[in-house]
């Protein structure tokens, strides 16, 4: 299996981000289409990981004024779950942020996806829960450099 993270650079490949992220999080767990697929897809830059031909993954990095670069809808569809593709897409992000001089960045994820990401150097920034609907998120960033 030969995996590639391609950015993407067409408008075709928003919607293929979109069609992992409507399998992973609107079916999957239930989020609104509407939450998922917000404003900040227009303007962000969106990963896409492909395992041979096969697409399986997906991310996106986004800059948010006054708040910095965030990382969100960080997506692995199941049958690739636990190979290392979650991180790697990951810390591809992280490495385009630092190509646009970040030295930080952020994210929003579930709570229970806590250890995971402390586990990829994220840091709490704060106790706080945000409950948005069903989901339960917490903010965490991480000091690249
Ligand atoms: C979260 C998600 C992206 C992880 O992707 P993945 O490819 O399965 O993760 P990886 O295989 O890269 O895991 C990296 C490490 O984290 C660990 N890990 C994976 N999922 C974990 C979890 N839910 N809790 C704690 N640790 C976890 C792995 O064991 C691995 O540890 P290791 O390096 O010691 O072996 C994937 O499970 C997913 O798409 N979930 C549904 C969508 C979602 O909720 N996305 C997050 C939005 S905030």
């Known amino acids: 299996m030969k995996l590639r993270m391609v950015i993407a650079d067409e408008k075709d490949d928003l919607d293929r981000a979109l069609k992992i992220r409507s399998e ?68 591809n992000l992280e490495a385009i942020a630092l190509s646009k001089k970040a030295n930080r960045v952020f994210l929003r994820p579930h709570k229970h996806l806590q250890p995971f990401y402390e586990k990829l150097g994220y840091r709490l920034m704060n106790g706080e829960v945000i409950r948005i609907q069903n989901l339960e998120l917490v903010i965490m960033e991480k000091h690249l450099n």
């Open 24 to 91: 992973v999080f609107v079916k999957e767990q239930g989020v609104p289409s509407h939450l998922d697929h917000d404003a900040d897809d227009d303007t962000s830059i969106h990963l896409l990981a492909y395992a041979d031909k096969e697409l399986i993954g997906t991310g996106r990095l986004t800059w948010v004024p006054h708040s910095g670069w965030q990382l969100a809808r960080i997506a692995v569809i199941k049958p690739y779950r636990g190979l290392g593709i979650g991180r790697m897409i990951i810390e």
